[in-house]
């Protein structure tokens, strides 16, 4: 099995020491530098760049620069997604993002998750989980959402939360790590 096959069934791999992995990373941050460094006024060119860069848009999507990924390939977006400044999301898992999604400045999607074990982590080895982010959700700024996480519909994430554990629908969650604080009602 390749290290990219590891790497999407979420199983131990190398990422630094295999070829097509580092072609592929190099390849989107490529295309990240690009879009990143367009002029701001270029809008039909920087929404076509991020529809080189990740795997799955939908008609109506934004994303402010700066932004940064590592493959771009396991990134979905649904309708109506936005940006702002700044997103990062490491994408070595599956990261999808549902209808009606509104991101905050500063946030950042993790799926890469390193052992606990000291030996092994030295070795350079990694896995990944997927992240799925459902309909309606707002995100505020500051977030960081790990590795394995699903969050619900209608969920709003306060600002500077850390997402650890899934989120169910309609609640907001916020804090360090992230707690249910309230129910939104329909």
């Given at each position: 099995?390749?290290?990219?096959?590891?790497?999407?069934?979420?199983?131990?791999?190398?990422?630094?020491?295999?070829?097509?992995?580092?072609?592929?990373?190099?390849?989107?941050?490529?295309?990240?530098?690009?879009?990143?460094?367009?002029?701001?006024?270029?809008?039909?060119?920087?929404?076509e760049?991020?529809?080189?860069?990740?795997?799955k848009?939908?008609?109506?999507?934004?994303?402010e620069?700066?932004?940064?990924?590592?493959?771009?390939?396991?990134i979905?977006?649904?309708?109506?997604?936005?940006?702002?400044?700044?997103?990062?999301?490491?994408?070595?898992?599956?990261?999808?993002?549902?209808d009606?999604?509104?991101i905050?400045?500063?946030?950042?999607?993790?799926?890469?998750?390193?052992?606990?074990?000291?030996?092994?982590?030295?070795?350079?080895?990694?896995?990944a989980?997927?992240?799925t982010?459902?309909?309606?959700?707002?995100?505020?700024?500051?977030?960081?959402?790990?590795?394995g996480?699903?969050?619900?519909?209608?969920?709003?994430?306060?600002?500077?939360?850390?997402v650890?554990?899934?989120?169910?629908?309609?609640?907001?969650?916020?804090?360090?790590?992230a707690?249910?604080?309230?129910?939104?009602?329909?």
């Open positions: 099995m390749s290290e990219k096959e590891k790497m999407l069934n979420g199983e131990l791999y190398m990422p630094e020491n295999d070829e097509t992995l580092f072609n592929e990373r190099i390849k989107c941050k490529t295309l990240c530098h690009k879009y990143n460094n367009l002029p701001p006024d270029k809008l039909d060119e920087r929404k760049l991020i529809k080189q860069i990740v795997g848009t939908q008609n109506k999507f934004w994303i620069q700066p932004f940064y990924c590592d493959y771009g390939y396991n979905e977006l649904g309708e109506n997604f936005y940006s702002n400044h700044n997103l990062v999301i490491l994408d070595c898992a599956k990261v999808k993002f549902g009606n999604v509104f905050g400045p500063n946030c950042g999607f993790y799926t890469a998750e390193h052992p606990l074990d000291a030996e092994t982590r030295n070795k350079g080895l990694e896995y989980k997927p992240i982010i459902g309909n309606n959700v707002w995100i505020g700024g500051g977030v960081t959402i790990v590795a996480v699903t969050v619900g519909n209608n969920v709003v994430i306060a600002a500077g939360a850390v650890t554990k899934d989120v169910s629908d309609n609640c907001v969650v916020a804090g360090v790590p707690k249910k604080i309230k129910d939104i009602e329909n």
